[in-house]
Nanobody, 123 residues
């Protein structure tokens, strides 16, 4: 069983930054791709960013490209999402997820999900 625990959300003004963390349990974290998703009230959950097993390949939604950076530390079983130049439209619950694949990306299957952390960006 894999457990994912997100942290780092909060309230920030537009233009500010936050770094989200997702700590994973299990010894095989480094074998799998990881992703970040977000869901605003009344909207579907959307892919935000993904990273392959080694961190050598990353994927981003067009809406966050150039502002968000996904990274991972396999020694710490943790994946990060650095969010800069935040906008009010980035307000959402942010969820990390594990893919059973090694490559990840927006079209990959994700089978384990965290409980989410709220990000609120004020204008």
């Amino acid at each position: 069983q894999v457990q994912l625990v997100e942290s780092g959300g909060g309230l920030v003004q537009a233009g500010g930054s936050l770094r989200l963390s997702c700590a994973a349990s299990g010894r095989t974290f480094s074998n799998y791709a990881m992703g970040w998703f977000r869901q605003a009230p009344g909207k579907e959950r959307d892919f935000v960013a993904g990273i392959n097993w080694s961190g050598s390949s990353t994927y981003y939604a067009n809406s966050v490209k150039g502002r968000f950076t996904i990274s991972r530390d396999n020694a710490k079983n943790t994946v990060y999402l650095q969010m800069n130049s935040l906008k009010p439209e980035d307000t959402a619950g942010y969820y990390c997820a594990r893919s059973p694949t090694s490559w990840g990306g927006p079209r990959a299957v994700y089978d384990y999900w965290g409980q989410g952390t709220q990000v609120t960006v004020s204008s």
